[in-house]
C-alpha cells in the first residue's frame, strides 16, 4: 500500500485538493451544483532529481504551489462569474471572458506590489526610523529585530483585517472544511460529514503556520547575513535572493513538525502557527463540507488508479 500525503487550498465558493501527482477541484456553483476539474500534475523533480533533496525541495514546493493555487483561483472565479449555461447546454463548461482574465491579472499584479510596499518597503523604513531610539540601534541585530517586528504586525494586522470581510469569511470556511476533510482521511474514518464535523480545522501542514514559520527563520537569517547599512533596494534585492533557501528550511520544519507530533515540546513549539490558524479558517457548514470531501475523493480516486491501494503518509493528530 503506497503512502500519500495530501494537501489543499481554499479557493472561491470551493477547494482544491493536491495528492502525489494529481490534483482535483470542487466548487459548488451558484445553481447549487458542485462541478469538479482534475488535472495530472508533472512535477519538476521528474526532470529534475536533485530538487528532490532536502532543503532543495521546499522551494520547488513553495514555487510549484503558488502556480497551482493561481490555476486553481481562476478555475473557480470561472465558475462564480460566467454566465449560467443556457438551456439544453447543461454539459458545457462555463469560460470566463477576456474582461474577467485582465481583472484577475490587475487583481494579482496589484497584490504583489502591494506585497512589497507592506513587507519590505514599510518594515525597512519603520526599523531605520525607530532603531535609533534604542541603545545598539545601529546592530544589525537590533535592525532586523524591528524590521521582523513590523513584518510580523502587519501580517497579524493584514490577516485580523481580511478575516471580516465577508467574501473572505466564506473561503476561511472552506479553509477549515479542507483541514477536517484531510483529518478525517487521515484519522482513517469515513469520508462523510458526519466523520469530518468532528475533527480540528486547525492543521500543522497549513500554509498559514508556513508563512509565519518563513518570517521566523527570515528574521534570524536577515540578521546574519544583512548588513544594517543597505540601502532599499538593495535589502529588497538580498531578501528576495535568501527566501528561496529559506522556504527550503521552513518546509523541512514543518514535515518535522506534522511528522512528531507525538513529542510535547514539537506540539509548543509549532502553537502559534497554529493559533494564528483562528485567524484564516473558520467553521464550515455541511455543505462546504460535502464540497471539500468531493475534492479530497477525486484526489484519491486519482492516486488509487495511479498506485493502487493508498494510506496517509502523516499520523492523524485532529480529532478534537
Not at 97 to 103: C, I, M, N, P, Q
Not at 151 to 180: C, N, Q
Not at 288 to 301: C, D, G, N, P
Request: aromatic share 10%; glycine share 8%; proline share 5%.
Amino acid at each position: 500500500m503506497s503512502k500519500v500525503t495530501v494537501g489543499g487550498q481554499a479557493i472561491i465558493e470551493g477547494v482544491m485538493m493536491r495528492a502525489g501527482k494529481s490534483m482535483a477541484m470542487a466548487v459548488r456553483r451558484p445553481d447549487g451544483k458542485i462541478v469538479v476539474e482534475k488535472q495530472t500534475v508533472h512535477a519538476w523533480s521528474e526532470r529534475f532529481p536533485p530538487l528532490k533533496w532536502p532543503w532543495l525541495r521546499g522551494t520547488l514546493v513553495l514555487f510549484e504551489s503558488m502556480i497551482l493555487g493561481l490555476k486553481a483561483l481562476e478555475w473557480s472565479g470561472q465558475q462564480a462569474l460566467a454566465e449560467e449555461p443556457k438551456a439544453g447546454a447543461e454539459d458545457k463548461k462555463p469560460v470566463a471572458s477576456k474582461g474577467d482574465r485582465l481583472a484577475l491579472a490587475i487583481t494579482l499584479i496589484i497584490g504583489m506590489g502591494l506585497g512589497v510596499l507592506l513587507f519590505v518597503v514599510v518594515p525597512y523604513y519603520g526599523a531605520q526610523l525607530t532603531a535609533k531610539y534604542f541603545p545598539a540601534g545601529e546592530s544589525r541585530w537590533t535592525f532586523n529585530a524591528l524590521n521582523g517586528f513590523y513584518k510580523v504586525t502587519i501580517f497579524l494586522l493584514y490577516l485580523w483585517m481580511m478575516s471580516w470581510i465577508p467574501d473572505l469569511r466564506r473561503v476561511f470556511m472552506y479553509h477549515g472544511a479542507e483541514h477536517k476533510s484531510i483529518f478525517a482521511w487521515e484519522a482513517g474514518q469515513g469520508l462523510d460529514v458526519a466523520s469530518a464535523q468532528d475533527k480540528s480545522r486547525f492543521h500543522p501542514r497549513c500554509s498559514t503556520a508556513f508563512l509565519l514559520m518563513v518570517m521566523v527563520v527570515s528574521i534570524i537569517t536577515f540578521a546574519i547575513l544583512l548588513p544594517r547599512q543597505l540601502k532599499l533596494w538593495a535589502r529588497l534585492g538580498g531578501e528576495l535572493m535568501l527566501i528561496l533557501p529559506i522556504a527550503g528550511v521552513t518546509y523541512e520544519l514543518q514535515r518535522f513538525s506534522a511528522r512528531y507530533q507525538k513529542w510535547t515540546w514539537v506540539r509548543w513549539l509549532f502553537k502559534p502557527g497554529l493559533a494564528l490558524q483562528g485567524m484564516t479558517t473558520r467553521e464550515p457548514d455541511a455543505q462546504q463540507l460535502e464540497v471539500a470531501l468531493t475534492a479530497l475523493k477525486e484526489v484519491l480516486s486519482m492516486e488509487e488508479q495511479r498506485l493502487g491501494a493508498v494510506e496517509p503518509e502523516a499520523a492523524p493528530c485532529g480529532t478534537n
